[in-house]
């Protein structure tokens, strides 16, 4: 299987405080990971060195051919990252004074080039594809919590990414909109994309992810097939924390 992104004895300080302490892993191409682990232990951290908006201080990164190890990117290839790595956050991060239609056009027109007709019908295809086609004028604050993601979602999506990174997708929503991001999500795995899931879903890490990795204070303490780690725990902490969970 071909990685899409692979990490030997990853390490990131800030000043002092060691949060990730050499963390060995692979994400296959294709495939869902799901990160999971309690608060502080670097989960957001690990995900943010992947797209570079964090770099690393030790061991080595490579993501989609990317060599993330050296301090120096030059802008070419940061610029081919974040156009290569989409990332949705917890807070959805949309521009509150552009309607979604000009959220979803104006990466593809700034930084692909593409043109306001293309990148309108780009904006279309991908607001059809999260059930939003009729939200297009609409502005944020007009949206539901879940609205706003699923358009958070088609906004990384016009950007064409190779592996998209999630960092708690749901854990600002009202518990009754998770469902119609969680479907978006599983929907798009279904379609081949290669993600990275940052999540407290279990239900979701259980049936939609491929890989599983617990980290636990900035160590992996167990990784492997996500069904398998996240009913069957080897280790007493990954136990904990799941029976802490249900
Ligand atoms: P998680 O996402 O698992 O909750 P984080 O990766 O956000 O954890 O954080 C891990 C640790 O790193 C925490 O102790 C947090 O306070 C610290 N941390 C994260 N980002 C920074 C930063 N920019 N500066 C200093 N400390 C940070
Ligand atoms: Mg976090």
Redesign the pocket.
């Known amino acids: 299987m071909e990685k899409a992104i692979a990490f030997q004895n990853l390490e990131k300080s ?2 002092s ?1 060691k ?1 990730l302490q050499g963390v060995t892993g692979e994400i296959d191409k294709g495939e869902v990971t799901a990160i999971i ?12 060195c992947f797209n570079r908006l ?1 770099a690393i201080n030790g061991g080595s990164l490579t993501v989609n051919n990317i060599d993330l190890s050296r301090p120096n990117l030059n802008y070419k290839q940061l610029r081919q990252l974040r156009t290569q790595v989409g990332m949705v956050f917890q807070q959805f991060n949309l521009f509150p004074h552009l309607s979604v239609l000009e959220n979803l056009t104006l990466a593809p027109r700034q930084v692909l080039g593409k043109t306001q007709k293309e990148s309108a019908q780009l904006a279309g295809t991908y607001l059809d594809k999260v059930g939003l086609f009729d939200k297009a004028s609409a502005y944020p604050e007009q949206l539901s919590g879940g609205q706003k993601q699923r358009v958070a979602i088609a906004r990384s999506l016009c950007m064409n990414p190779q592996i998209m990174l999630f ?2 997708p749901t854990s600002a929503l009202d518990p009754e909109l998770v469902g119609e991001v969680l479907q978006v999500m599983q929907q798009l795995a279904a379609d081949g994309m290669t993600m990275v899931v ?1 999540t407290h879903e279990m239900q979701f890490a259980r049936e939609v992810a491929n890989r599983a990795i617990f ?1 636990n204070k ?1 160590k992996i303490e167990e990784q492997g097939n996500a069904r398998e780690i996240l009913t069957n725990p080897e280790s007493d902490r990954l136990r904990t924390f799941l029976s802490r969970l249900n």
Do not use: A, Q
Request: net charge negative.
């Open positions: 800030f000043g405080l949060v682990g309690s608060s502080g232990c670097g989960k957001s951290t690990l995900l943010r964090e960092d708690e940052v980290l900035g």
